[in-house]
């Protein structure tokens, strides 16, 4: 199974505050990473495809980078409402596995 | 748009088996993969597995042996199976479009395993 690492574990930033989480996988993935952002009490939600593709209706202020075993989700600009978990997935092979996620809180 | 809207019991007895059937609208359902996924109160997200069209599934091997995913492409809807549930199993369940990329989940479900 591919590990997925993500750091930090938890984050506390400020609104306007630019946001870097990383994600590590134990092995070469290509660019087939995801990003989801899960708010309290809500399904996951897909904010990037492909390591680097934005999904349809996320704010530009969200991007993502990286390929093989190093990835990088980044928030331009944090806001309020981007309160939430954030977990990478690797979608390379089967099965397929998470990060352990990163907190969010806004300060 | 893409709907997914899921139910099944939500308290289930230790060494019963858990159902939880996912029902999709709004979209060409025979076209894609769909997933099954849980997150046990308070931790991450697991996978647990997908299935296709014509019923080929993958499974998390580890729940491969207690596991079944189901398709019935006559009613756009596809189920989840555990057996032999233990209170490890307790957890929210999600349904979700795609193998690769979930971009379409279900609300979540509740199960607690308990007597």
């Known amino acids: 199974d591919v590990q997925m690492t993500q750091s930090p574990s938890s984050l506390s930033a400020s609104v306007g505050d630019r946001v870097t989480i990383t994600c590590r996988a134990s092995?070469?993935?290509?660019?087939?990473l995801n990003w989801y952002q899960q708010k309290p009490g809500e399904a996951p939600k897909l904010l990037i495809y492909?390591?680097?593709t934005l999904q349809s209706g996320v704010p530009p202020r969200f991007s993502g980078s990286g390929s093989e075993t190093d990835f990088t989700l980044s928030i331009s600009s944090l806001q309020p409402e981007d309160l939430a978990t954030y977990y990478c997935?690797?979608?390379?092979?089967?099965?397929?596995?998470f990060g352990q996620g990163t907190k969010l809180e806004i300060k | 748009q893409v709907q997914l809207q899921q139910w099944g019991a939500g308290l289930v007895k230790p060494s019963e088996t858990l159902s939880l059937t996912c029902a999709v609208s709004?979209?060409?359902?025979?076209?894609?993969?769909w997933s099954w996924f849980r997150q046990p109160p308070g931790k991450g997200l697991e996978w647990i597995g997908d299935?296709?069209?014509?019923?080929?599934?993958n499974y998390n091997p580890s729940l491969t042996s207690r596991v079944t995913i189901s398709i019935d492409t006559s009613k756009d809807q596809f189920s989840l199976r555990v057996t032999s549930v233990t209170a490890a199993d307790t957890a929210v369940y999600y349904c979700?479009?795609?193998?690769?990329?979930?971009?379409?989940w279900g609300q979540g479900t509740l199960v607690t395993v308990s007597s």
């Open positions: 709004g979209g060409s359902f025979s076209a894609y993969h």
């Open positions: 997935q690797q979608s390379d092979s089967y099965p397929r596995t």
């Open positions: 092995q070469k993935i290509s660019t087939f």
């Open positions: 979700a479009r795609g193998p690769t990329v979930a971009d379409y």
């Open positions: 492909g390591a680097s």
């Open positions: 299935v296709n069209r014509r019923g080929s599934t």
